[in-house]
């Protein structure tokens, strides 16, 4: 079955300081991932994706993702975070013909000024 | 467009009451999904379905019903509501690829005494 994990609950960054949300993943076959964000009170807004081709993936708000197929891993990252960024993040991976997905249990990104 | 509806936006049940979770999508999507969040478990798929008429058990079926009638509506019931079931739940849609990301309504948060 496919999986994804988030092995980290919170990640607190300073603003103007990189950020990364770490994501992994398990499948068999060709990975299709994803990554969304939740805000407080909200659903969840699609990210990027990685369905094939390069392995650097750029996303909306100036977020990009790096698959590493060795690492098993599709880890979010954006060079310079803004206070507006801290919000719930989600990685999640394409299961079955139907194209369901298997979301990990989420990172909480803390961007304080 | 509106996107992804989702009516009521908080309900509270008391044990053994039943209730319907509305969502509708304005995009002519065929595919539509239920999901529940709970803290600490990412999001749970519930139900989703590909067509009219067409509907699956995804991860979490139990005590949970649905039908879709039309390609626009996707109801989600609880038949004997359980403080188990108290959640917080989101109505999603997508595009006819199956590598399209889902869209997300802005979900319903169930409470069960």
């Known amino acids: 079955a496919q999986s994804v994990a988030q092995p980290e609950d919170q990640v607190n960054v300073a603003e103007g300081n990189p950020l990364t949300v770490k994501c992994t993943y398990s499948?068999?076959?060709?990975?299709?991932l994803f990554w969304y964000v939740q805000y407080p009170n909200r659903g969840l807004q699609f990210l990027l994706k990685y369905i094939t081709g390069d392995n650097l993936v750029k996303g909306s708000y100036g977020f990009e993702a790096e698959f590493n197929k060795s690492q098993t891993s599709f880890h979010l990252k954006k060079p310079s975070a803004l206070v507006s960024d801290s919000a719930l993040y989600f990685c999640?991976?394409?299961?079955?013909?139907?194209?369901?997905?298997?979301f990990g249990k989420g990172t909480k990104l803390s961007v304080k000024p | 467009n509106a996107g992804v509806t989702q009516t009521p936006k908080f309900q509270v049940l008391k044990t053994g009451q039943s209730m319907t979770l509305q969502c509708a999508q304005d995009m002519n999507h065929e595919y539509m999904s239920w999901y529940r969040q709970d803290p600490g478990m990412g999001l749970r798929l519930i139900h989703y379905s590909v067509g009219a008429g067409i509907t699956d058990q995804g991860e979490v079926p139990n005590g949970y019903n649905v039908s879709r009638s039309t390609t626009e509506d996707f109801p989600l019931r609880l038949l004997s509501a359980a403080p188990s079931q108290t959640s917080v739940y989101f109505c999603?849609?997508?595009?006819?690829?199956?590598?399209?990301?889902?869209?997300f309504g802005p979900g319903t948060r169930l409470t069960v005494l």
């Open positions: 999640a991976v394409r299961e079955g013909s139907q194209g369901n997905l298997i």
């Open positions: 999603a849609s997508r595009g006819p690829l199956v590598l399209n990301e889902q869209f």
């Open positions: 499948v068999s076959g060709n990975p299709y």
